[in-house]
Structure formats: C-alpha cells, structure tokens
C-alpha cells in the first residue's frame, strides 16, 4: 500500500524549485523529467520542481496516440518525432512556445487528476487574462482556447502521484509546424498564438507572468 503522507497542506507554503531554460533539446529534457520523478519517488519530501523552456522543432505522440493524426509518414521523414508517455494524441513543439514541466507531488495538493489539468488551463487562463486575453476552456477536451483557436495543448504523466510533462503555451511560435498534424487529434480547431493578438509578446515576458500565476494558483513559494 503507498504510503498515506500529510496530504492537502497548501495552507503550509509548499517550495517549489525554478529551473528556467532556454532552447533545449527534446530528449535532454525528458530525460532531466525521468532523473526528477525518480529522485521524487525515492523521496517524497523533496521540493517540487518548475521547468520552464523552449524546444527546437519536435513532433511528440502521446502513448496511445494514433498515427492517422499525422500527415506525414513517420518512417520517411526527417522531422524529430517520439512517442512518449503522456496523455494525449500529437502535438509540436517549437521556439517562440512555452513549455512547462511542473515534476510536483499531487499528495500534498490533490491527488486528483482532473483537479489537476483544470489547476494547468486555470495558470495559462489567468496569465492570457493579464493581457485582457480572454481564455477560455472547452467542455470535454484539454487545453485552452482563445477567440476560437488552441493556444494552450497539455498532456501529462503521473507515477505514483509524482507529476511530469506538462502544457506548452503558443505565446509567438512559427505556427506552420502545426500544418503537418492534427493537433491533439482536433480537426476542427485551429491552433493560434498570442502573438496574433499582441505582436510584441515575447517568451520571457510571459515567462514572468506565469512564474508568479503558477505561485498563486498552486500556493507554492518559487526558489529560483
């Protein structure tokens, strides 16, 4: 049986570590995840984590995703494409989008997945509101929207409660990747950018707003 440990304590300010990156490469990022939950596992008391950064251009499918939703064939194909095991069907990642990766213990929150996910679209909902974006969610699917177009796609893993992979946030990304998929499997939504909105929006802008929103809906104190 896991061990019951003193669940739903936000009322006691739980730390949460910043790692803010840059322009990282897929694989060296997923494998930082794997090395964070272990460690986790090993330790339930050590600090959540915040990772914050940008990908090169990379196709990522969700464990049970269909290949039906690509439009390229995956074995003649110089795109960077891995099946990973997250939730979720296909989505891009690119520079100009932010990707977050919180690796936290749903044992000291709620040990709710549902809760979860609302807990991701509700940061990306009240940073896009900081620029009078009016984000906004769909019943019955993930992500965010704004003004009819996905800005916002997550897709998550939990082992043993402790939380990996994340939501990426389009803030001014080439959106072209996205025309070699269909993205989480939605064909009759587009996928859009806050840069459409506000052209001056930079990743590092946004950046600090989500630092402090991500505090704020998750009660937790950001170590840099």
């Not at 974006?133 to 893993?157: D, H, S």
């Amino acid at each position: 049986m896991t061990q019951q440990l003193n669940l739903n304590t936000t009322q006691n300010t739980r730390t949460c570590l910043l790692n803010n990156q840059g322009l990282v490469p897929y694989t060296v990022a997923w494998e930082y995840q794997h090395s964070l939950v272990e460690a986790r596992i090993n330790n339930p008391h050590l600090s959540d984590v915040l990772i914050l950064l940008e990908h090169p251009p990379v196709y990522t499918l969700g464990k049970g995703a269909s290949l039906n939703f690509l439009k390229f064939d995956p074995k003649q194909t110089n795109q960077e494409l891995y099946r990973i095991e997250r939730g979720g069907e296909v989505t891009y990642h690119c520079p100009g989008q932010l990707v977050a990766y919180p690796i936290l213990n749903l044992r000291f929150y709620q040990a709710d997945l549902h809760w979860y996910l609302r807990q991701l679209e509700e940061v990306v909902i009240r940073v896009l509101n900081r620029y009078q974006l009016k984000g906004y969610r769909i019943p019955g699917l993930t992500g965010v929207w704004l003004k009819g177009a996905k800005v916002a796609a997550i897709g998550i893993k939990v082992r043993r409660w402790i939380t990996m992979h994340g939501f990426s946030l389009n803030v001014c990304p080439d959106l072209t990747g996205f025309h070699q998929i269909v993205p989480c499997g939605i064909d009759n939504k587009p996928v859009g950018s806050l840069a459409q909105f506000i052209p001056s929006l930079t990743v590092e802008q946004i950046k600090l707003d989500l630092i402090e929103i991500f505090a704020e809906v998750f009660q937790v104190k950001i170590i840099n």
